[in-house]
Each structure stands twice: as structure tokens, then as C-alpha cells.
């Protein structure tokens, strides 16, 4: 995990010693054009493998501090960067070079290139410039692009970018076709909602969950009669009372999301007789409910910080039918794209944070007091350090908002005192 970032010379003027905070958030700010967002940006640029950003980027120095590495990359001039990591010898990059594989790894992807600077998307019929198409595989494929590089850098963590425009994800750039089509400079750009692919998204992880604990509890349900019949242990009443108790609010807790896979059976009651065929059944509905326990924990702490929104009108729910939606106080659906600016940001933040980004990932978010109302944004972070807590997650934010900060001053880094003020900035 990284601990530690040291910039020089970046946008020809600003020197940074940034240093994690062991809480696990780390809020930078600054005034505008000091690099906030740049700096986002430089470390999902070493996460996802992207040199031509680093070529694009005025800068002389980065340093990548990690737990069990650190990562030099040297700008010696504007065509050449050199990276050193580990043991290893540095590594001389060229942007020839790297324009060179580009071009390879854009064949691979079943893009073709019609002119010099200019690429034909087979798949989508889109036309792109080298840049964009590096854009839009940064953005949008960012795999494809790390598996290419894989040996040209190392490997540096998971990390989960939430941009600040992101309620809306660009599919592709187009222009008409006319022949010679790549002359044609009319351009129309796709997009699809952030907040409707993501219930899709939850919808789907849900049924695949459910196919899972079904399959688990089949295998069980068919071999109950063996396992019983070859059990030697037994167990207490106190002993089963526990765990059943335990077993209960779980199946509760999971039909608010219709996902218990086994009912509740109120009438199971202990009998010194039946000691042995209750453990064997204990024992098989903790693992057919195990199943749940990771989504049921994100689940529920996803449902309550929403709940606790009191979006205006609406109720929120979440089913395997459909993942989640909105309804009106009349019970009808209401389309999540209907939601205002500020509650889809909510949505989306929320979902990204809990469901998108997985354990020991690096998450960034940039500016997420974008659309949220003041109450919002103060909650924000109280919010954001139990997600902390429960995905081990590490953060790194970039805010204008001392609302968003609130009393936890003691988590900010500000760029501007750590240049002592002494910059000039040219908007």
C-alpha cells in the first residue's frame, strides 16, 4: 500500500512531500491549480500502467513510497522518462517508443490505424486520435492496457479511481461516416448513466450469489442423511440457543433484501434427543448463510446511510429482482436517472466505495461534495471511516469543502501550506 508521495517540479513549480495518514483517509486541499486532482491522477497512472500521461505531465521527479517498494520515475527530457524500482536496473522510456507499442497494443485490440494520428474502432465503428484512444483505454480499459505493460513497470496495487465527473461514463467517441470518412469532423459522444449501470451491477452480483447459495445448499440437503447418520458429537442447549439466535437475525436481516435462502423455522425448539440431528443442521445453515455475509454487511450499511439521507418523496429499495431503486410515496418506481444531481452523487459514491472497490485497494475520489447538499457532505466522512473500516480500504481525497472535512482537520494535507505559500498560480 502506498505511504508516501514526493513530486518535484510539477507544473514547472510545486515541490510535495505528501505522507499517508494512518487512519486510512487522507484529504488533500489547496486552491485551484495546485494540483489536487493531478496528483489522483499521477497515481492512477502508475496503478493502471499509463506512460503517455507521464509524457504529457510537466514534471522532473515522482517518488512512489510503498509498503515493500518505492518507485522513482525522472522526466531528463520532454521525450524521455526514466523509472527505477526494487533492485531492478532503471528502465530508459521513449516516447517514440512508447508510441511504437501503442500502435501494437491498438491492433490487438482490434483497433485500426486509417492515418497518422487517427484510429478506426472496428467493433464500434469510432474514430479516435492517438491520445483519445489512450484516454479512453485509461478511463474505460484500464486492464487491457496494465496486462500490455505488465513488464515495462511495476506492479503497484489495486486502485479504484471515483472521478468528479461521475455520474455519467463516456462509451465512445464517433463521428459519421463519409467517405473518406476520417475526414468527416463531426463528432457525437455516447454515455451512459453511472447510477442505472451500477443497480444492473448489483443486480447481477445478487443472482450470482443466490446460484451460489443455492448450489451449496443442494450438496448439503443431499448428503444431510449421511453426515447425520455418521455424526458423533452433540451439543448443549445453551450451546444451540446461541447459534440458532444468531442463525435467526441473520435469515431476518437478509429477507429485508429478499435473499434468505433458508426460512426461519420459529418452532425449533432443543431436545436432548435430537442433539446430534441439531448440530448437523446448525452446522449446515451457517454454511448455505455464510454465503451472505460479505454482501449483507455492504448491504446494510449501504440501505442505512441512504435511509438516513431522507431522500425527499422516495423510499429506497433493494431486491435480487432489480438490485436497487427508488420509489414514490405511492409505491410506484421511480427512474433513478429522475433523481436529482445530488442524490444520484450520493448513490453512486456510496455504491462505488462499498461494492467497486475491494480490500487493500487504494481508493481516490476527487471532489465529492459535488451536488450534496451541506448536511451531505458533513456526513460524509463519518460515513467514509466506517466504509474504511469495514472494506480495509485506503482513501485519498481532494476537496474544496471544509464542509466535507468538518472536525477532522486533523486528516488534510493542504498544497498550499506545503509550498509555504510562497507559489504564484496562473489560472
Known amino acids: 500500500m502506498l505511504k508516501k508521495i514526493c513530486i518535484e517540479g510539477l507544473f514547472n513549480k510545486f515541490n510535495y512531500e505528501i505522507e499517508l495518514k494512518n487512519e486510512g483517509i487522507t484529504i488533500l486541499t489547496g486552491p485551484n491549480g495546485y494540483g489536487k486532482t493531478t496528483i489522483l491522477k499521477i497515481i492512477y497512472a502508475f496503478a493502471v500502467k499509463n506512460l503517455f500521461f507521464f509524457f504529457q505531465l510537466p514534471f522532473k521527479k515522482i517518488v512512489m513510497i510503498q509498503e515493500n517498494n518505492e518507485i522513482e520515475l525522472l522526466k531528463t527530457e520532454s521525450d524521455t522518462l526514466k523509472m527505477k524500482w526494487g533492485n531492478k536496473e532503471p528502465k530508459i522510456y521513449r516516447k517514440s517508443n512508447i508510441t511504437e507499442m501503442n500502435k501494437q497494443l491498438f491492433s490487438n485490440l482490434s483497433y485500426r490505424q486509417i492515418d497518422e494520428n487517427l484510429w478506426h474502432d472496428r467493433k464500434t465503428d469510432s474514430l479516435y486520435t492517438t491520445e483519445e484512444l489512450l484516454n479512453q483505454l485509461g478511463e474505460n480499459d484500464p486492464e487491457s492496457q496494465a496486462k500490455y505493460y505488465k513488464k515495462q513497470m ?30 468527416e469532423k463531426e463528432m457525437k459522444e455516447n454515455f451512459a448513466s453511472t447510477i442505472e449501470e451500477y443497480a444492473t451491477d448489483l443486480f447481477e452480483s445478487l443472482k450470482d450469489i443466490l446460484a451460489n447459495a443455492s448450489k451449496i445448499g443442494q450438496e448439503l440437503d443431499s448428503s444431510f442423511p ?12 445453551e450451546e444451540f440457543n446461541k447459534r440458532y439466535d444468531v442463525i435467526k437475525k441473520k435469515q431476518r436481516a437478509l429477507s429485508l433484501y429478499g435473499l434468505s435462502a433458508t426460512k426461519e423455522d420459529s418452532d425449533t425448539t432443543f431436545k436432548e434427543e435430537n442433539a446430534t440431528a441439531l448440530l ?6 451457517e454454511k448455505k448463510l455464510a454465503v451472505f455475509d460479505e454482501i449483507l454487511e455492504k448491504l446494510q450499511i449501504f440501505s442505512n446511510i441512504l435511509n438516513e439521507r431522507q431522500f425527499v418523496h422516495k423510499k429506497f429499495v433493494i431486491s435480487p429482482d432489480f438490485g436497487f431503486r427508488f420509489t414514490t410515496e405511492d409505491g410506484k418506481e421511480l427512474p433513478l436517472t429522475e433523481l436529482s444531481s445530488g442524490e444520484q452523487q450520493e448513490v453512486v459514491l456510496l455504491y462505488g466505495l462499498l461494492f467497486r472497490a475491494g480490500p487493500n485497494t487504494l481508493v481516490l475520489i476527487d471532489e465529492p461534495e459535488i451536488s450534496l447538499h451541506v448536511a451531505w457532505q458533513k456526513a460524509f466522512l463519518n460515513d467514509l471511516l466506517k466504509i474504511v473500516e469495514l472494506r480495509k480500504v485506503t482513501v485519498i481525497t481532494a476537496t474544496h469543502s471544509p464542509q466535507i472535512i468538518d472536525i477532522h482537520w486533523d486528516l488534510v494535507i493542504d498544497l498550499w501550506d506545503l509550498t509555504n505559500g510562497d507559489e504564484e498560480v496562473s489560472e
Not at 479504484?160 to 461521475?166: D, G, N, P, T
Not at 449421511?226 to 442447549?237: I, V, W
Not at 448437523?280 to 445453515?285: F, P
Open 226 to 237: 449421511r453426515r447425520l447418520f455418521d455424526e458423533t458429537e452433540s451439543l448443549s442447549e
Open 280 to 285: 448437523v443442521y446448525l452446522n449446515d445453515t
Open 154 to 183: 511495476p506492479d503497484f496495487g489495486e486502485v479504484y479511481l471515483i472521478k468528479e465527473q461521475r455520474l455519467i461514463r463516456k462509451n465512445a467517441i464517433s463521428r459519421r461516416r463519409k467517405y473518406p470518412f476520417y475526414f
